[in-house]
């Protein structure tokens, strides 16, 4: 198993500029997750999603957008990106229901200058 | 969620066991105490999870009080790999969406 797999693993962008981070478990997980880590501070829940066609929003979703088509796939989208967005982005799965264990990914090292 | 207290650092020797403590003393009846690890700008990683009762895995031990108000994580004979940020979090059974503070930085020193 790959586990959690995140592209790109760096990413410069200019400020409005749009990208996709990509996320893809392949643990038939239920549930998925994006959070942002600023420098020195702890990780920040962005989006996740229960299953297929289900997210909700986290503690920080103002300027990203994602969703669920499928239960291994779950993209964050980032619309007219600010300088406020420069982060380190991790995706994590887990089975949910209960189970808490979360499984992260390595990692999505974004710029915005 | 219950807030949680750790200390921003702490040093280990090599070899020897480390004890790292949480305070949770707004912790209520049925959340449970969690840890993650996180190494040097790695994704974290799971360690261990506890409702009451003391808890032992592969990688660490999990020490709640009686009053579960606190709690230590030990790893027994701590390595150099073990130098990690490690973050101690409550939460509700079936809560998913985990908080994050800033963790304890643990360095293990040869």
């Known amino acids: 198993n790959a586990g959690v797999t995140q592209t790109p693993k760096f990413r410069i962008l200019k400020i409005g500029q749009s990208m996709t981070l990509q996320c893809a478990q392949d643990?038939?997980?239920?549930?998925m997750y994006w959070y942002r880590q600023d420098p020195g501070m702890g990780l920040k829940l962005i989006y996740y999603s229960v299953g297929a066609g289900i997210t909700d929003k986290g503690e920080v979703p103002n300027g990203y957008n994602v969703s669920r088509s499928t239960t291994e796939d779950f993209p964050l989208r980032l619309e007219l990106a600010a300088p406020s967005q420069t982060s380190v982005y991790f995706c994590a799965s887990s089975y949910g229901l209960g189970y808490s264990e979360q499984y992260f990914g390595p990692g999505t090292r974004l710029t915005v200058t | 969620d219950a807030k949680t207290t750790q200390p921003p650092s702490m040093d280990c020797a090599e070899g020897r066991a480390a004890n790292l403590p949480c305070n949770h003393s707004t912790i209520s009846g049925n959340e449970y105490v969690y840890w993650y690890r996180q190494i040097h700008s790695q994704g974290p990683q799971y360690i261990i999870h506890g409702l009451k009762n003391n808890e032992t895995n592969e990688m660490a031990s999990l020490i709640i009080t009686e009053d579960r108000k606190s709690s230590t994580l030990i790893l027994p004979h701590a390595t150099l790999r073990d130098t990690a940020v490690y973050y101690c979090?409550?939460?509700?059974?079936?809560?998913?969406?985990?908080?994050f503070g800033t963790g304890t930085r643990l360095t293990i020193i040869p």
């Open positions: 643990m038939n997980h239920n549930y």
């Open positions: 979090i409550v939460t509700n059974f079936g809560n998913e969406k985990l908080t």
